[in-house]
């Protein structure tokens, strides 16, 4: 946690791999006995890397499946420096067809399969536990908390883990997702999402995904609120 601006920030850009590989290798260490764990991954987000780095630390080996037409982002570049993940490139852009293309290899390899975006109950369960660990040094909770949202598990769990809080969730436009709280707490960006963020924040950020929130928060956020800043 430091203080940026008049804002507190998680810097989850300080742990390798991002603040959900924390999460990741937990459940790798504690909860999956399987030897490989195959996930339909995105150009753009850090799942797919904090999900390979987990598994490098646990000893195991991830089947990744990316839609085609291949993007070469720095993400992807990390992602294809790590020995255990094999990449498997999918004919078609629907994420759903990359993710039954996951399902289909891992019933034929016993691999355990993860679901888009992680949205697990063992993976918000974990990934809350972060959050309040991330936190416990705090006097108390922030009025508002800032995140972004490709699938909206970061945002969903920050509201469950802290209901005191309000939630405001800058929407990347990856998909329509479950975002639950109130509809004046969702703002919208101009930035595609395979454009890098045009107004990056003061501390290092996701160039895709969470340095997108800077643009809102410098016209919106308020002294003391609080930034999720995920990788």
Known sequence: MQEHEGLQVVRGDLYPGGLKCSALTDI???????????????????????LGLAALLSGKRVRLFMPAPQQNTYIFSQ????????????????????????REYACAAGAYLLPIGLDSEQFRRRYIGVMHRAMHNLARVPRAIWTSAGSGVTARCLQEAFPSARV????LGVRKSPLVGSPASLWSIPERLSEPARTPPPWPSASYY?????QVLRLHAKPGDLVWNIA
């Open 168 to 171: 405001h969730v800058v929407d």
């Open 79 to 102: 992602i294809q420096s790590l020995t255990n993940v094999k990449i498997e490139i999918v004919a078609g852009q629907h994420q759903d067809t990359v993710q039954e293309e996951a």
């Open 210 to 214: 969470d340095a997108k929130i800077w």
């Open 28 to 50: 790798l260490f504690e909860e999956i006995s399987n030897d490989e764990v195959a996930y339909a991954g995105c150009y753009y987000g850090h799942s797919s890397y904090a």
